[in-house]
């Protein structure tokens, strides 16, 4: 790269918020300068450096006015990469003369716009656009050159097919994909359990980097047979690629860097998870622990049924009893501190335009929307419509059983309809999610997620219920909401069965995190539990209404079945704490002696 021959009319790089625009000749960012004015060629490597103060949550580049990739993670890299390595943006498939790199950069309390022009002398190809992060390439079906391998080495080298060999100690499994693919996902699963979800090439069962691989302890498996399985979606098409392998080792330790270790189903947990949460300081590996409440399936389920199952049995007692004592500091479970958000939300390039400039109405039961993008609000008002690998503005749910998968949706979701929300990154100017119909919702996995700004005088909750209920929000990130993280208000109606368990909770201002409030309604059957909030003071309001808290279901249950009057309306509170320090969080007043 060199300084010479810059154009006069190249603008200057903006700079706001302390954020720049900056280009490198190295893979490692070294030696970088600003990007404006400079005559590019060959390989270059583009990036947005920002202060940690600045509370960065995502990226969004453009060239020439065209989106090519959006980053939610340190460092931004224009193509993407890794920590120690970015991705080269190949300036000779560019056009000769100026092109301009915008960046939006979304940050806690502001968004900055970036933009810088440089100059390419010659160019080798006629593409007037940069390519796509060369990392998300994305895979055909079955046949089509993709091989589920193991390796004995971190580095994958002499990588061999999975046949039935003895395996002992830590292996690396990964799926090989051929270059010019484009995958979107590969989900790995080991004797039918869901272990982790890959959606940025290597795909390793276990993750890793470009040149490093993270293990997979064999050893702490049970002696005997076992299968892994992978999952390749690619240009909405699903490849499973299975091979199989034996041990000898009796199983000691839970598997490395399992994601939650549950296996698909087809219905919705419909009681709250009690085991106590993880200490914030643990490792980001989330593992599945046991529950003490009753469930009917864990919660990884893409399409639940919208009706609950029934209520667990529990025997007869004169009196309900509690702890007297508050539950010990959290140690086990799902983190929703240290989890990879930025392994939610929707591809950043190669998907197909839809809805033109007026809204999009989806009246087709069944029909299914993979790898789309619309600017134009969509009303999903059929049984069953499916969205996956998209980026969306505002998601109507309007009737029963849609999933939205993989996607961003930056309009926020509404509707009286029931749902599953999963893996998805969800932005609004209002609230994140509005649901208000009596259908079952699974929400979970999500990155709800606003910059920390007040648009106009506007109320703003990551996710706000004003009657009805019937949902599990589970295992999500919500954050940045003006008002609170989830606000349950029965405003318009009653509330009742709503569990909120595992899920990240903050706000920006002094309003409280979570609101529980029965206001001229009433509320019964909420559950908390296992929740990580952000600031240790404002966690929850209940608008001056004064409830009894319980540590389990089986209690609250037991109180109904006794006659208890209002039971149903006692709160299950358990597992809560404190983000930062893991300090549990207690109930206003404590729990019912």
């Known amino acids: 790269m060199t300084c010479a021959g810059l154009l006069t009319s190249a603008s200057a790089a903006t700079v706001s918020h302390g954020a720049a625009l900056q280009v490198s000749d190295n893979a490692n960012r070294s030696h970088a300068t600003s990007l404006s004015g400079k005559q590019l060629s060959g390989h270059e490597y583009v990036f947005v450096t920002a202060p940690k103060s600045a509370h960065v949550g995502s990226v969004l580049f453009y060239l020439d006015d ?85 390796s004995g080495s971190a580095d994958r080298n002499g990588a061999k097919a999975l046949t039935g060999q003895e395996l002992d100690g830590s292996q690396y499994f990964f799926v090989a994909v051929p270059s010019k693919t484009r995958v979107s996902a590969v989900v790995f699963y080991v004797d039918g359990k869901l272990v982790s979800t890959e959606k940025k090439a290597p795909y390793d069962l276990a993750g890793g980097t470009v040149s490093k691989a993270n293990a997979y302890k064999v050893s702490a498996l049970s002696a005997g047979k076992h299968t892994v399985t992978a999952t390749v979606t690619a240009s909405g098409k699903s490849s499973k690629l299975t091979g199989t392998f034996a041990t000898k080792a009796p199983a000691v330790t839970a598997p ?27 490792s980001s590996t989330p593992t599945a622990a046991p529950t003490t409440a009753p469930t009917t399936a864990p919660i990884t389920t893409p399409k639940p049924s919208p009706t609950q199952s029934s209520t667990p049995t529990i025997a007869p007692t004169t009196t309900p009893t509690a702890p007297t004592t508050a ?189 529980l409030c029965p206001d001229s309604h009433s509320l019964s059957n909420i559950t908390v539990t296992n929740n990580a909030f952000g600031k240790a003071s404002s966690t929850l309001s209940t608008c001056g209404t004064k409830y009894t808290y319980v540590h389990t279901e089986a209690q609250r249950q037991a109180a109904i079945k006794a006659g208890v009057k209002n039971a149903n309306q006692w709160i299950v509170w358990n597992g809560n704490y404190v983000a930062a320090t893991g300090a549990v969080v207690a109930p206003p007043g404590g729990w019912a002696k």
């Open 66 to 150: 065209k989106l090519v990739s959006t980053e939610k993670k340190a460092p931004y890299d224009l193509a993407g990469g890794t920590a120690s390595k970015a991705t080269p943006l190949d300036v000779s498939k560019l056009r000769a003369g100026s092109h301009t790199v915008r960046a939006t950069v979304k940050m806690h309390d502001a968004t900055a716009h970036l933009s810088a022009s440089f100059v390419v002398k010659s160019a080798t190809a006629n593409s007037t656009s940069a390519p796509a992060k060369t990392s998300t390439a994305s895979s055909p079906a079955t046949g089509s050159g993709m091989a589920l391998r193991v």
């Open 327 to 515: 539950p010990t500091t959290p140690t086990a479970g799902f983190d929703p501190v240290h989890f990879n958000w930025d392994s939610v939300g929707g591809p950043s390039s190669g998907m197909t335009a839809i809805g033109g400039t007026s809204a999009l109405y989806l009246r087709t039961a069944g029909q299914i929307l993979d790898w789309v993008q619309s600017s134009v609000k969509i009303y999903a008002q059929a049984t069953g419509v499916s969205l996956s690998n998209c980026r969306i503005g505002v998601l109507h749910a309007d009737a029963e059983k849609l999933s939205a998968k993989n996607c961003d949706i930056n309009g926020g979701v509404f509707g009286a309809g029931s749902y599953t929300l999963d893996h998805n990154f969800i932005t609004s100017a209002s609230d994140g999610i509005d649901p208000t119909g009596p259908g079952y919702k699974v929400i979970q996995y999500n990155k709800i997620w606003r910059d920390g700004t007040r648009v106009d005088d506007r109320h703003q909750d990551g996710i706000q219920f004003t009657k009805g209920g019937n949902a599990l929000i589970a295992r999500n990130y919500i954050s940045g909401w003006q008002t609170s993280a989830i606000m349950i208000k029965a405003d318009l109606g009653a509330i009742s069965n709503i569990t909120i368990d595992s899920n990240y909770l903050n706000n920006p201002t002094g309003y409280y995190q979570l609101y």
């Open 256 to 282: 490395a860097k399992p994601q939650p270790t549950t296996a698909p189903t087809t219905a919705p947990i419909t009681t709250p998870i009690t085991t106590p949460k993880p200490s914030p300081t643990q």
